[in-house]
């Protein structure tokens, strides 16, 4: 008993040491998000539970002001699909037609359109109205969680995905990939200072948005492999023989 259970604990940290430092971060941040949403879920929706979200509202009123107001609602731009929606076709048409990297440029809009679906269906399902007391206007449509937050973290988070495998200076590339984190998190902040989003439905938004970028890039990377190895060399070969008459 003692050996076998010996032996699968040297197999497990074998497999451990296999994963890189990316993979790790990548898992920890995996698994956080999955513990994160499922807390928030039980939190909100089993016990009913709101005085973190109203605690927030109430230690940012102090910091209420016009200029903030103009600062958040720029911000929030950023993170509505008036700007998501041309942001992620200039992606497509730079890997269509400039870059030329035909993989990137299926899974833009792959990603984005598979976001915006499971936004739909969470929102959906869940149900939660928005706070009644919008800073400025009034939001329309469903609370939980944060599309802003889940769209953000996977247009702005696929950014940073190619932005890591494909920038080789390693100052721009994390000036880059810092500056996109941050502005991810302001976008979520930004929804919280309106007043339009509780701080839950932006936590759960991040954490949902991740684990759906982490999913679809590992789904796409496989289709990815397979095309590669099954799917191009057949159509290379088809064009190549000639047909026989």
């Known amino acids: 008993m003692v050996r076998v259970v010996r032996e699968r604990v040297s197999k497990f940290w074998a497999a ?3 994963l890189s430092v990316e993979m790790l971060v990548v898992l920890v941040v995996f698994v956080g998000s999955l513990i994160a949403f499922l ?9 009913g539970n709101e005085k973190l979200d109203f605690r927030v509202f109430d230690a940012l009123q102090p910091y209420v002001t016009p200029t903030n107001n103009k600062i958040m609602l720029a911000i929030t731009f950023l993170g509505r699909h008036e700007f998501l929606i041309p942001a ?3 992606l497509i048409a730079y890997f ?3 870059r030329k990297h035909r993989w990137y440029s299926i899974k833009v809009p792959a990603i984005a359109l598979s976001s915006l679906a499971l936004m739909f269906v969470l929102k959906n399902l869940f149900g939660r109205h928005r706070p009644l007391i919008p800073l400025l206007e009034e939001a329309r449509g469903l609370s939980f969680p944060s599309g802003h937050a889940l769209m953000s973290v996977t247009f702005y988070g696929l950014l940073i995905y190619i932005t890591w495998h494909s920038i080789t200076d ?3 590339k994390w000036a880059l990939i810092i500056s ?7 976008i979520g902040f930004s929804r919280i200072y309106l007043r339009v989003h509780y701080t839950t439905d932006v936590i759960a938004g991040f954490a949902t948005g991740f684990l759906w970028l982490v999913i679809s890039l590992w789904v796409l990377k496989q289709f990815e492999k397979y095309s590669k ?3 191009i060399p057949v159509m290379e070969e088809s064009a190549v023989t000639p047909r026989k008459l």
Do not use: E, S
């Not at 807390?39 to 016990?47: D, V």
């Open 170 to 172: 390693k100052r721009l």
């Open 229 to 231: 190895r099954k799917i």
């Open 180 to 186: 996109l984190l941050i502005l991810i998190q302001l």
């Open 88 to 90: 992620n076709l200039m």
């Open 39 to 47: 807390l928030i879920i039980r939190r909100i929706f089993k016990f």
């Open 16 to 18: 451990l040491a296999l």
């Open 96 to 98: 269509l037609f400039i």
